[in-house]
């Protein structure tokens, strides 16, 4: 479990975020909600240990993540982040095994080889190995780098959980393929041991896939917990200044805007 405690984060004098108390459970699809300038890239940021909040705490189980080396951290937590443009001509096997790095030192081990291309498999991109990188569409891209962050993470630690951490993942994908992986991340979810947070801004993907919702605004917390009781109508007006129709039926919720 991701346990964030009263996570306060200023650049000078403008808080970003303020007081923020966030978990994140195994077995979960948990994913961060909110407008423009929320603050949810900034709350990713803090979890993952790449921003150091001037107040609050942020614990891997029962582990505070600032006594944890960068090292130890890569061997079980990956994050996509937003910007994973690459300007070299690699080809796309060699951007997967990226994914590896923290696992070996010289050269990559078979279990390394085997990992990227279980990876490569399980996201379609197999087919791609031998391709420069550069020449892919932005969703081939994409899905790229969804292999080569899980492939980081693709064997059960030793002690703990993994954490698969990720920021806007469904940027460039279609519907199908934004469907699709949804559905991967419910299958990657079978491993138990594994914690899944994503941010993205789909509110009607995120009434159908996740578990557990969490909406930013204004760099707090505005509401936490079930897709009922976080995309109400009242929640949506002040987070996004719209007032949606809710309807829901047996296949789920939606939300419409106008
Ligand atoms: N280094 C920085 N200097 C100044 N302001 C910053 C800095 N980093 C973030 N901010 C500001 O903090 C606020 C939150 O940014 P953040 O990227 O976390 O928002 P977000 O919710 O991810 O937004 P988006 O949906 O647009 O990606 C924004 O107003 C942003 O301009």
Redesign the pocket.
Known sequence: MIKATNISYK??S?T?LKDISVNFEPGKINLIL????????????VICNQLKPQEGTVFYEEKNIRNTSVAELAKVRAVLS?NTELAFPLKVKEVVMMGRYPHFSVNPTSKDEQAIKEAMQFFDVEAMADRDYLTLSGGEKQRVHFARVVSQIWYPSENGCRYLVL??PLTFLDVHYQFQFMHKLRELLKQKDLVIVG?V?DLNLAAKFADHLVL?NH?ELLAAGSKEKVLNAENMKTAYRLEPLIHQDERGMYLFFE
């Open positions: 650049i000078g403008k970003i909110g407008p423009n300038g929320a603050g949810k890239s900034t709350l990713v940021k937003q920021d806007e941010v801004h930013l760099g």
